[in-house]
């Protein structure tokens, strides 16, 4: 528990962190806009986001897999935890950071 709550707390503090050294907001749940946005509600923007794999070739085992639903808002959320966080999704973290126009 003690170790679940200091990743938690880590990831709070990163988003909130990247959020104020860029000068950036995100929406709240009452659609505010905020420097210090709740992992919780981080997590609610990004429920929807999926995986869609497609099969290329079944026999040995290759497939194609597409993220799905990375809207703006959530490439931000991917922007601010960081360049290893954006790998994980297939985004370029330098690309990301043009295209979000920051």
Known sequence: MTLRLLV??????????S????N????????KNVQN?????VFHL???VGIVRIWVDKING??????TNLTK????ILYHLGEAVCSIYGL???????GLGM
């Open 8 to 17: 938690y707390n880590f990831a709070q503090h990163r988003i909130r962190a």
């Open 19 to 22: 959020v104020k050294s860029h």
């Open 24 to 31: 950036d907001t995100m929406p709240n749940q009452l659609d």
């Open 37 to 41: 946005p709740t992992l919780r509600w």
């Open 46 to 48: 990004m429920e929807g």
């Open 62 to 67: 290759q497939c194609k897999e597409l993220v």
């Open 73 to 76: 808002l959530r490439q931000k």
């Open 92 to 98: 370029t973290y330098e690309k990301l950071k043009l």
